[in-house]
T-cell receptor, first 115, second 114 residues
Framework: DAGITQSPRHKVTETGTPVTLRCHQTENHRYMYWYRQDPGHGLRLIHYSYGVKDTDKGEVSDGYSVSRSKTEDFLLTLESATSSQTSVYFC??????????????FGEGSWLTVV | GDSVTQMEGPVTLSEEAFLTINCTYTATGYPSLFWYVQYPGEGLQLLLKATKADDKGSNKGFEATYRKETTSFHLEKGSVQVSDSAVYFCALSVRGSTLGRLYFGRGTQLTVWP
């Protein structure tokens, strides 16, 4: 199993509060991703990183920001949580983002409920 | 754009039945194709992949063949087990797209009864 740890694994928060999810990897992979999983939508990319301090938006980035100050850590922040951000969040990593055949490994997910 | 369409679920089968989950794709470039599996309460695990046309990916008795002519990557297993109950996701990545990102189908829930 790829060494990916997400924290917290479960969180309930109130609307309007900031929330930060952490992804920690021990594989020294350059590329890291945050996806969200919702019924009927599969997984959708929120943000990704291709190196320390190098990040970019995915297809559902509104309301989210990310930071990567170290290779091993990729943080996802909900600036002001809304009920539409209730979801399961998955961190993923890959060694070679340039190769389309490259395997992407997923963490175990963070269940976030915004009430 | 790049996208994946997979068979709507849920799929319910008896143990030892034959499984097919259909997956078709559209891609702007030359994609690699993947099947991921998600067991209850867990993250996604790579089940198999194929990186070029006519390649067959296989793992744990599951197989899928990359068919460029029909833009398909259907998942098959000859005899399912209760332990195969999970959600299956078809996905693709395209060289030159957002750095190795995956485009996912919506997932197909499989339940196998003893």
């Amino acid at each position: 199993d790829a060494g990916i740890t997400q924290s917290p694994r479960h969180k309930v928060t109130e609307t309007g509060t900031p929330v930060t999810l952490r992804c920690h990897q021990t594989e020294n992979h350059r590329y890291m991703y945050w996806y969200r999983q919702d019924p009927g939508h599969g997984l959708r990319l929120i943000h990704y990183s291709y190196g320390v301090k190098d990040t970019d938006k995915g297809e559902v980035s509104d309301g989210y920001s990310v930071s990567r100050s170290k290779t091993e850590d990729f943080l996802l922040t909900l600036e002001s949580a809304t009920s539409s951000q209730t979801s399961v969040y998955f961190c993923a990593i890959s060694e070679d983002g340039q190769s389309s055949g490259n395997t992407i490994y997923f963490g175990e997910g963070s269940w976030l409920t915004v009430v | 754009g790049d996208s994946v369409t997979q068979m709507e679920g849920p799929v319910t089968l008896s143990e030892e039945a034959f499984l097919t989950i259909n997956c078709t794709y559209t891609a702007t470039g030359y994609p690699s194709l993947f099947w991921y599996v998600q067991y209850p309460g867990e993250g996604l695990q790579l089940l198999l992949k194929a990186t070029k046309a006519d390649d067959k990916g296989s793992n744990k008795g599951f197989e899928a063949t990359y068919r460029k002519e029909t833009t398909s990557f259907h998942l098959e297993k000859g005899s399912v087990q209760v332990s195969d109950s999970a959600v299956y996701f078809c996905a693709l990545s395209v060289r030159g797209s957002t750095l190795g990102r995956l485009y996912f189908g919506r997932g197909t829930q499989l339940t196998v009864w003893p």
